[in-house]
């Protein structure tokens, strides 16, 4: 059986904590480690099988964990996605916006050949990942479509720089258009599925990214668009947010849940 360590206790961590404990996922949680030990003790709390609170995220990978799974925040992805590969042990990431940081991916993809181990990103809040990876070399435009309730983009960077009144928004108001790269960086707890729409297709610079706030809806709404050589794609994916962080959606959730389990399982492989 596989151990786990979880780095980042929040929705995410929890919920795939507690499918870990269930035995719905077939490997054992043994370490966790969150910049609020309070978060990491409310965490150890629900669980019947107590995983040890490490002191510091570096300390994870000093265990013998066979993956360390990532669902914290980008800048934990910066801080110690290096020494996880180092020591050998296997990473899945769920911040993945930021791979978007040309130097970040370099370094983790050298490692990863180096060290000889894997990095796992879900599929996250989004589908089509499989038909854009095997349609990328014919892929000549990519974008996304995403639309949110105001409250779901609550305390994003983009609005230190531009004042828009969440508050007062009351119909459908595209609020954010760009690229990828550049959404990841502003809305970096709100748009990691563009990132991994990118990283899947043609590159961030690339993919195209708008961001609706519509005030009347209760669901997070992507709609996405691939066109080539291949011929057309279109998709969209209706999601509620997470009960515990309405900047989660549930479908990123059970995207980690699946991702992890299928890792920890000896058992037939559907999709990529």
Known sequence: ????????CGAI???????IDSGKIPCSLTHVFDSSRENALKLVSQLNNKPEIVENSHLLSSHPVNIVVEAASQNAVQDVGLSVLQNKRDLMIMSAGALLDESIYDILSDACEHFKKTILLPSGAIAGLDGLKSVKDELESLSITTTKHPNSLKGAKFFETFDIDLGSINSPAMIFEGTAKEAVSLFPANINVAALLSLSGIGSEKTGVKIIADSNTDKNTHHIVAEGKFGKMTFTIENYPDVRNPKTSRLAILSAIETLRGYCSDDVKIGT
């Open 13 to 19: 961590g929890t919920q795939i904590a507690l499918a």
């Open 1 to 8: 059986m596989k151990k786990i360590g979880l780095l980042g």
